[in-house]
């Protein structure tokens, strides 16, 4: 079944305790995006990749970093989580010949820090 | 201005009547417009697109572009139950950079 595989899917962590959030897609997609959600604000890009080691800021990128050494996988990586990084989060995956319009979404990770 | 605008709602509308989903955005080069889905819980999946003016029909959906008011709206026929959702008009600014809307709540009563 093509699908975005995210974990995990729920994650109470405290202030400072480094995190990652790993996506993995088995579409052959080249792009790969991250976003928050939050009520009253939307989905918010925080960073996206064009094909393995290619990655760029999206609109809200402060305190995450991202990699993309393999075409499947694009974890995000929080090195000092703090409580305004309390959010849902979904990576989504995309061909790039689409204009990394017709996204396919994981299920979501809900994150929140103490 | 926030770069895609959408009334949050909710939007009640019955069973069987058309729901009427609005969506203006500010940046007048745009050329792709969308419309994900996403119900309570779960992720957005892409339920339509629309690239030139006019409407676009698909089953009980039609998308509707008018690039020179920069509007975009979905019309939903013969509402269901099941159409309950938050609905994401989605606008591809150039760069491979699709922006969301904040997305509005549909509620359709049986």
Redesign the interface.
Known sequence: EAQVTQNPRYLITVTGKKLTVTCSQNMNHE?MSW?RQDP??????IY?S?NVEATDK?DVPEGYKVSRKEKRNFPLILESPSPNQTSLY?CASSL?YS?????T????SRLTVL | QKEVEQNSGPLSVPEGAIASLNCTYSDRVSQSFFWYRQYSGKSPELIMSIYSNGDKEDGRFTAQLNKASQYVSLLIRDSQPSDSATYLCAVNTGFQKLVFGTGTRLLVSP
């Open positions: 792009y976003y009253g604000l939307g989905l918010r890009q996206y064009m999206g979904f790039l204009g990394a319009n017709v996204l979404f994981g299920a979501g």
